[in-house]
């Protein structure tokens, strides 16, 4: 993993054991750093983790890029300390810790360079911390429970794992109303279950299933079958089922787009578009995606980002 911020390396506590597992900069210093030095450490941390939103930021007005790279920073250390840590006790302890500094945000004393710079983002656009802490929710839950007996109960994971992060955008642009929080709740859920079902063998190799047991006994799939990774035409069958759920879910979202200002618009599309084709591409492998991860070629990623910005120029 590349690292994000090395000169802030030097007032970085040393790290517990869990933390050690982790890129140094993400441990909590033992002082602050300066709001400046702090947004940085921010910018630089989406901008290196992950592709699509560096690819969306493009899109965003000026006045708001700062604020999105605090979030995201947020949300990616939060995920990276309930999964990449690879021990659930440590993990515990980290995301208790990682909340009494988000405590401390919004008390006045944060330490961590993304709490620095988050509380800035917490104060214009006066968000509740329960969006913030109900993803902890979510990762502290992935270290206890790996089975999920109904569709039902995904979605109640889902509550907590995805629909946060649809929240925080909509705060960022000006909106905290339960119709648009209650559209962006379908289309995050939908993202959250495109990547379920794109991960199905990647979150097996860590001892997570998120597809719903009562699934897998309806269409005569056996837990043996995805360990050693069987694409039989029964777990196809109910691949074919999931993905077409998800696309509901996407459709029931579909109607967020014209209710937002048009810079939000464009990368609420793009993602809602992203998360399309990745159903798209396990249809592509006719639902096969047990050892064979379906991925997105880079030639569809840059239409995705063609198409947005004819958005954007119209």
Not at 64 to 69: A, I, N, P, S, Y
Not at 172 to 181: A, I, P, T
Request: net charge neutral; hydrophobic share 40%; glycine share 6%.
């Amino acid at each position: 993993m590349p690292s994000i911020v090395r000169s802030e390396s030097e007032n970085m506590a040393a790290p517990s054991a869990g933390w050690a597992s982790l890129p140094a900069e993400y441990a909590i210093p033992d002082e602050a750093p300066t709001q400046v030095r702090a947004q940085e450490y921010c910018r630089r941390l989406a901008r290196s983790h992950y592709e699509n939103f560096s690819v969306a930021s493009w899109f965003l007005p000026a006045r708001l890029r700062q604020h999105f790279f605090n979030v995201y920073a947020y949300c990616r250390i939060s995920d990276d300390l309930g999964d990449e840590v690879g021990d659930a006790a440590a993990s515990l302890q980290l995301l208790d810790q990682w909340e009494s500094e988000l405590n401390a945000c919004y008390d006045g004393s944060p330490r961590h360079p993304v709490f620095v710079a988050l509380a800035d983002t917490v104060r214009r656009f006066q968000i509740p911390k329960h969006e913030f802490s109900d993803l902890l929710t979510a990762f502290r839950q992935d270290q206890t429970v790996t089975r999920y007996q109904t569709f039902r109960d995904v979605l109640g994971y889902c509550r907590f794992s995805a629909n946060p992060v649809g929240h925080l955008v909509l705060y960022l642009g000006g909106y905290n109303d339960g119709e648009r929080q209650g559209l962006s709740d379908y289309t995050c859920t939908a993202l959250q279950l495109a990547n379920f079902w794109q991960d199905v063998s990647v979150d097996f190799a860590k001892g997570r299933i998120y597809l719903p047991l009562e699934d897998l006994r309806r269409f005569g799939v056996s837990e043996d079958e995805i360990r050693e990774s069987e694409n039989t035409p029964a777990f196809r069958g109910m691949m074919k089922f999931e993905v077409a759920r998800a696309r509901e879910w996407f459709a029931q979202g579909m109607p967020l787009v014209k209710k937002v200002n048009r810079e939000l618009a464009i990368d609420i599309e793009l993602f809602r578009r992203g998360g399309m084709e990745i159903l798209d591409a396990i249809a592509r492998q006719e639902h096969a995606v047990l050892g064979r991860r379906p991925a997105i070629s880079q030639a569809r990623k840059l239409a995705l980002v063609a198409r947005a910005a004819m958005g954007k120029l119209l």
